[in-house]
C-alpha cells in the first residue's frame, strides 16, 4: 500500500497557474504508473492526467488541451501536475492515484488514493 499526500491547492484567479504535488510513501513509488484526477461537487471523479513509472510517457484528458502538465521525481517520490491558464471549470478537488498498470483512465483501475487537495478558480 502507498500512501499519498496532495498539496498545493487554494482560490485562484481565471488565467493564473498552479502546481499541485502529491507525496507518496510506501512500497516502490519509481514501479508505479501516477495519475491526477479530479471530482467537481456533484459530478464523478474524471481522468486528468497520468505518468509511467520511469516519467517518459504521459497521456492527458482531453479536456487538458496543453494547459496541464504532469511530471514526478522518483527521487523525491513526488508526482507534480502543473496547471496554467486556469478556467473557472477546473474547480475540483484534485486526486494522486497509483496504478499497477499504463495508461489506464478509469478510476477502478488505480489502487492508492490520496485524500484530495481543493482547487478553485474565480472568473
Known amino acids: 500500500q502507498v500512501q499519498l499526500v496532495e498539496s498545493g491547492g487554494g482560490l485562484v484567479q481565471a488565467g493564473d497557474s498552479l502546481r499541485l504535488s502529491c507525496a507518496a510513501a510506501g512500497r516502490s513509488f519509481s514501479s508505479l504508473t501516477m495519475g491526477w484526477f479530479r471530482q467537481a461537487p456533484g459530478s464523478r471523479r474524471d481522468f486528468v492526467a497520468v505518468?509511467?513509472?520511469?516519467?517518459?510517457?504521459?497521456y492527458y484528458g482531453a479536456f487538458v488541451k496543453g494547459r496541464f502538465t504532469i511530471s514526478r521525481d522518483n527521487a523525491r517520490n513526488t508526482v507534480y501536475l502543473d496547471m496554467s491558464d486556469l478556467k473557472p471549470e477546473d474547480t475540483a478537488v484534485y486526486y494522486c492515484?497509483?496504478?499497477?498498470?499504463?495508461?489506464?483512465?478509469?478510476?477502478?483501475?488505480?489502487?492508492?488514493w490520496g485524500q484530495g487537495t481543493q482547487v478553485t478558480v474565480s472568473s
Open positions: 505518468i509511467s513509472s520511469g516519467g517518459g510517457s504521459t
Open positions: 492515484a497509483t496504478s499497477k498498470w499504463w495508461y489506464r483512465t478509469a478510476p477502478d483501475a488505480y489502487d492508492d
